[in-house]
Structure formats: structure tokens, C-alpha cells
């Protein structure tokens, strides 16, 4: 259990920019966790079909984050 994330000073979203493909940029919205920390969502039109674009954290194969 996560609680209330606002209270906790979790942004509730993150801003893109300048990443080099346009539909990539824009503002992601907090959409639960992944690895015990914030995940980020946002959806976008991307080569003719609407796509789901996600901000997360993950273990690497060698245990790097």
C-alpha cells in the first residue's frame, strides 16, 4: 500500500521534452508503481494507431536500476 502519494511529495506528473520523437514528449500522468516507485503513463497517436507510452523504473539483468 502506497497511501496518498500527493501527501507523500510524489508528483503526480512528469513533463517530456525534447526527447527527439514528438509524440513521446507531452505530460505523463501517475498511473500506480512498478518496482516500488511512481510509474508514469500517457497515450499517444504514434505511426497511424493510438499507444500506450510508460515512465518506469526496472531491475536490469544485472540487478542495476
Do not use: W
Amino acid at each position: 500500500q502506497h497511501g496518498d502519494s500527493v501527501s507523500k511529495g510524489v508528483p503526480v506528473e512528469m513533463i517530456v521534452d525534447g526527447c527527439g520523437v514528438g509524440e513521446i514528449n507531452g505530460v505523463y500522468k501517475m498511473r500506480g508503481f512498478c518496482d516500488d516507485v511512481p510509474m508514469y503513463c500517457k497515450t499517444a497517436r504514434y505511426r497511424g494507431k493510438d499507444e500506450d507510452f510508460r515512465l518506469f523504473r526496472c531491475i536490469l539483468t544485472d540487478n542495476t536500476r
